[in-house]
């Protein structure tokens, strides 16, 4: 008898039935079993952020859900953002603002992000980087990260 449970969900657009430990997280999950190394695990407790990945259109720290949680769920990760060797515009302006380092951080800062941008409106600096709070970087001042995130976030506004 296996203590394993079935769970059905879609990671970056595509359908995954999965047989799964109950007590494997959905980070170990994303990297070790469907190979989508993109969400990086640091601390394991939730505080750094780098795991973060969208889920159902929320940002969730992936260390701290268990992929059974995660059965029936829409899955995006950092890996779903470009298309190819063509970064995303949100890729891009982290390249054009030079808002990275050791690129530890990034895929949880870009995931935080684009929640953000699909979730709308407008946010003062304050806001944003209240938002950004839950991804730890111990390379950059957040600066550049912040005007990054700033440039793209005005960018998608006046598209409309």
Do not use: W
């Not at 979730?119 to 950004?132: I, Q, Y």
């Amino acid at each position: 008898m296996s203590d394993k449970v079935h769970v059905t969900l879609t990671v970056n657009g595509r359908s995954v039935d999965a047989d799964v430990e109950p007590r494997v997280h959905l980070a170990d999950f994303l990297r070790h079993d469907l190979g989508l190394t993109g969400t990086h695990v640091g601390c394991e407790q939730g505080a750094c952020g780098n795991c973060t990945v969208i889920s159902d259109g929320v940002a969730l720290k992936s260390c701290l859900t268990l992929a059974v949680q995660a059965d029936g769920s829409e899955i995006e990760t950092v890996e779903s953002l470009a298309t190819g060797d063509q970064l995303s515009p949100l890729q891009q302006a982290f390249k054009d603002a030079h808002a990275l380092q050791c690129g530890y951080c990034t895929p949880g800062f870009l995931m935080t992000i684009t929640a953000l941008e699909r979730r709308g409106g407008a946010l003062s600096r304050e806001e944003l980087r209240g938002e950004l709070a839950g991804v730890i970087c111990r390379c950059t001042g957040y600066e550049t990260i912040i005007e990054a995130a700033e440039d793209h976030l005005a960018e998608v506004a006046a598209r409309g």
